[in-house]
């Protein structure tokens, strides 16, 4: 357990409403990173953070915004869902510094109706 | 191309060996991964190979890497109905802060 909390660990909501996901960890790490998975693709990276306010694009980023205000807490936002963004979400944290080994979080499973 | 590719399945009979196959086309010299991922759960790190390294064997997991061509390989040996799962290689990305993951290959042991 490296310590990582996600929530929620589910959510239905519509088409057009914001939506905001939370990342929680509790080893002070610097390094956090948000994917979704979604069958076919495997793991697509969307935002990841390299310290409190210091975030940068992923592959995937248009549709979300991610905010650090604290080293503890990584939040990813969806300013007005899509049903494209219906997916599963995994927040990660890098112990060991950028690109060593991650340890990820459970999962928010996200439907966008 | 992807970055990291992988074939998408797998199906192997028990007590078979399982070979799992990743290609990617950039890494930084540093550690290449494999995690396993059970339904319904998030990812765990599975093994692990330095990019210095031809070989690494684990009890029954053996990761091969052929930097030449690029190539990732993870064997297990005796597979059980315990090891379906989805496997993915990932790799981190050459000046970037970030391990890119391939689609991952769902193995299915089957008696």
């Known amino acids: 357990d490296a310590g990582i909390t996600q929530s929620p660990r589910h959510k239905v909501t519509e088409t057009g409403t914001p939506v905001t996901l939370r990342c929680h960890q509790t080893?002070?790490?610097?390094?956090m990173y948000w994917y979704r998975q979604d069958p076919g693709h495997g793991l697509r990276l969307i935002h990841y953070?390299?310290?409190?306010?210091?975030?940068d694009k992923g592959e995937v980023s248009d549709g979300y915004s991610v905010s650090r205000s604290k080293t503890e807490d990584f939040l990813l936002t969806l300013e007005s869902a899509t049903s494209s963004q219906t997916s599963v979400y995994f927040c990660?944290?890098?112990?060991?510094?950028?690109?060593?080994?991650?340890?990820f979080g459970q999962g928010t499973r996200l439907t966008v109706v | 191309g992807e970055d990291v590719e992988q074939s998408l399945f797998l199906s192997v009979r028990e007590g078979d060996s399982s070979v799992i196959n990743c290609t990617y086309t950039d890494s930084s010299s540093t550690y290449l991964y494999w995690y396993k991922q059970e339904p319904g759960a998030g990812l765990q790190l599975l093994t692990y190979i330095f990019s210095n390294m031809d070989m690494k064997q684990d009890q029954r997991l053996t990761v091969l890497l052929n930097k030449k061509d690029k190539h990732l390989s993870l064997r297990i040996a005796d597979t059980q109905t315990g090891d379906s799962a989805i496997y993915f290689c990932?790799?981190?990305?050459?000046?970037?802060?970030?391990?890119?993951f391939g689609a991952g290959t769902r193995l299915a042991v089957h008696p």
């Open positions: 990932a790799v981190p990305k050459s000046g970037y802060n970030k391990l890119i």
């Open positions: 080893e002070n790490h610097r390094y």
């Open positions: 953070s390299y310290g409190v306010k210091d975030t």
């Open positions: 990660a944290i890098t112990p060991g510094g950028s690109g060593t080994e991650a340890f």
